[in-house]
């Protein structure tokens, strides 16, 4: 088992990989391989981060980064952020999760990167140093300023690079994707099924 740089190759197992893990879980079927896939051509994809873990020739677990923005009133400021992260569905719970994002880190620290943002469960990123990002008076786009939303998170590696008011965190536009483009990319793939999960998100 070994972790290495994402190469061309290995796109297409990637892709499946990623809707697989996601599929059903946070709505019927799912989008986040078709961000991959488009993110890897946008200007906001952070190559030097997209690490793969592979297992005897099979890919069983990926990461990506990108750069969003936050906007300080008049002033914008690119932010790193993480995701998706995937591990084969057969492979889970078993910390590779964790390798990967451990080794992606301490990558983006030699780099001297001052901060990472991430959008995912508080309790599973809180273990890698991750914190309420309104703690920092930084913000999700389309959330309540009012409220914490303890899901959009933070890892700071340098406070002084941190400003001291609210800003409001923007992903990249790749991250925005349309149903109808999705369902099209998906006839690439073995059919799946979308079904309605109690467990998946809700809409407000």
Known sequence: MKIRL???DDY???????RDSFWNVYRPGAYEHFIVHNLRNDESFVSKMAYVIEDDGKIIGSINYSKGKIVYGNEIVPALILGPIAIDKDCQNHGLGS?????????AQKDNVPFILVVGDENYYSRFGFVSASKYCIYLDGTDLNEENPFF???????????NEQ????????FDVDENE???????????????????????
């Open 12 to 18: 297409i197992e990637v892709e499946k990989l990623v």
């Open 6 to 8: 994402e190469n061309e």
């Open 99 to 107: 390798k990967l994002i451990n080794h992606t880190l301490d990558i």
């Open 167 to 174: 800003g409001i965190f923007h992903n990249p536009d790749v």
């Open 182 to 204: 999705v369902d099209e990319f998906d006839r690439k793939f073995e059919y799946k099924e979308k079904l309605v999960l109690d467990s998946q998100l809700k809409e407000l």
């Open 153 to 163: 998170m933070i890892k700071v590696f340098d406070e002084g690079k941190i400003k």
